[in-house]
């Protein structure tokens, strides 16, 4: 019988990571994480407890929020997916609104928050069978992780993407926001303190600015077989 592994896949934003990660899962029949969903809770967590104002964190209060917050996952049943929960509310579209997204990157720079999602993504992450995407996954989360995947893609190509994903929702933005966004981003991630966007050593890079998601899968079955067998 194939052994159960750990997938463990980072990279910049937009990458389509969680697509491929995704749609990995369902092949493997594991249980897809994505870790970033769970700093967009927190963040909107800090949001609503008038914690972020003015792009700023109180810093004399989050860790009580912190304390008293609770992330979690639900499965829904009819698509076959685990979404995002705050408090037990699924809230998978809030999280994904443009002032969620612009606010994340500083709460995803506290180390508490760190500390805590890591706690909740390595107990997700006990049983293997488990398919997770972030920024540390393969760094920190899960180190010694059977396969991991470094994912990267041209910064115009990736705002193309999320602008279409945005248009789709009907949110309202320009092109040169989203890459304002996405540049911004990458530079926080790369340059914060705590747990940086890095490639592990041993993690295989996938560059996929000029590639479908299927032509994706063909590229990875190899390498899965090679660490399931
Ligand atoms: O993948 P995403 O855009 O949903 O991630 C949201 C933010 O969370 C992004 O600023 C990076 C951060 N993040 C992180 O620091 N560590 C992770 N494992 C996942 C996401």
Redesign the pocket.
């Known amino acids: 019988m194939d052994k159960k592994i750990i997938i463990a896949i980072d990279g910049f ?1 937009s990458c389509g ?1 969680s697509t491929f990660a995704k749609q990995i899962a369902k092949k493997l029949n594991y249980l897809f994480i994505d ?3 769970m ?2 809770a927190v963040t909107l967590a800090f949001k609503q407890h008038g914690i972020i104002q003015d792009g700023k964190i109180d810093s004399s209060r989050y860790k009580q929020t912190l304390q008293e917050i609770e992330v979690g996952f639900s499965l829904n049943k009819s698509k076959g997916v685990y979404e995002i929960t705050l408090d037990g509310t699924v809230v998978e579209n809030e999280i994904r609104k443009p002032e969620i997204a612009n606010c ?2 500083i709460v ?1 720079a506290i180390a508490e928050v760190r500390e805590r999602m890591v706690d909740l993504q390595r107990k997700l992450g006990e049983q293997k069978g488990i398919v997770m995407d ?4 393969g760094t920190v989360v899960f180190p010694n992780a059977e396969l991991k995947i470094f994912m990267t893609a041209d910064p115009k190509i990736r705002a193309e993407r999320r602008l279409k994903e945005l248009v789709e929702k009907g949110i309202n933005i320009t092109m040169e926001e989203v890459l304002e966004n996405i540049r911004e ?1 990458d530079h926080l ?1 790369q340059t914060r303190e705590v747990s940086p966007l890095r490639k592990a050593e041993d993690a295989v890079i996938l560059d996929n600015s000029h590639m479908t998601v299927d032509e994706q899968m063909e590229w990875v079955e190899n390498l899965v077989n090679s660490r399931i067998h």
């Open positions: 934003s990571k870790s970033g969903a700093y967009r994340v990157s995803a972030g920024r540390d996954i981003r991630d």
